[in-house]
């Protein structure tokens, strides 16, 4: 089991940037893919974006590519999930997961066994 405790979630406007973190603890976080969910009101929760253990691979939803960045410290046990250019739809609870393997970085939810308890992102226009 891993614990993950997301932060950074917050309000902005349009155009803005934030940068959430997600910390865990328990299992070793340093050989586990990692991934960052997202769930607006009314919609089914959604991949954003996911990391290799080491890094070295990335995977992002095109709904946020080339404005979302995905990194991770392993020494801090923390991934990190840059969001620049916010876009009101952007709006959501922001989830990070850990993966059940070190390379999975897929977008299906059964790949992550361990989640975090979200974080409340909301961009105004």
């Known amino acids: 089991q891993v614990r993950l405790v997301e932060s950074g979630g917050g309000v902005g406007q349009a155009g803005d940037s934030l940068r959430l973190s997600c910390a865990a603890s328990?299992?070793?976080?340093?050989?586990?893919?990692m991934g960052w969910f997202r769930q607006a009101p009314g919609k089914e929760r959604e991949f954003v974006a996911a990391?290799?253990?080491?890094?070295?691979?990335?995977n992002y939803a095109d709904s946020v590519k080339g404005r979302f960045s995905i990194s991770r410290d392993n020494a801090k046990n923390t991934v990190y999930l840059q969001m620049n250019s916010l876009k009101p739809e952007d709006t959501a609870v922001y989830y990070c997961?850990?993966?059940?393997?070190?390379?999975?970085?897929?977008?299906?939810?059964?790949?992550?066994?361990?989640w975090g308890q979200g974080t409340q992102v909301t961009v105004s226009s």
């Open positions: 990391i290799t253990w080491n890094g070295g691979g990335t």
């Open positions: 997961a850990a993966a059940r393997s070190p390379s999975g970085i897929r977008p299906e939810e059964r790949w992550y066994d361990n």
């Open positions: 328990g299992r070793t976080f340093s050989s586990t893919a």
